[in-house]
């Protein structure tokens, strides 16, 4: 999670797996959560998701439930 401006904040999901489509979470996530997001490409980590305000539990909680992360897996 990072600070943007004043109370605003963005959430990183980094270390997907590329067998999924990235811009179809992104989409899903969007739905889900009802916030923005996109897909970036970062310097270090390559392609990663970001999502408007602190989505950190509700990120975990779709990962873990869909299977794409198992709980250990997650920081």
């Known amino acids: 999670i990072q ?9 990183t999901v980094q270390g997907i797996s590329p067998e999924y489509d990235q811009k179809r979470l992104v989409k899903a996530f969007k739905k889900e ?5 996109n897909v970036s490409t970062h310097p270090e980590y ?9 989505q950190r539990k509700s990120v975990f909680e779709f990962l873990s ?9 997650v920081r």
């Open 65 to 73: 439930g869909v299977g794409i992360a198992r709980k250990e897996q």
């Open 33 to 37: 959560f009802a916030c923005n997001g």
């Open 46 to 54: 390559g392609e990663v998701i970001q999502l408007q305000g602190d």
């Open 3 to 11: 600070q943007r401006s004043g109370r605003k904040t963005l959430t």
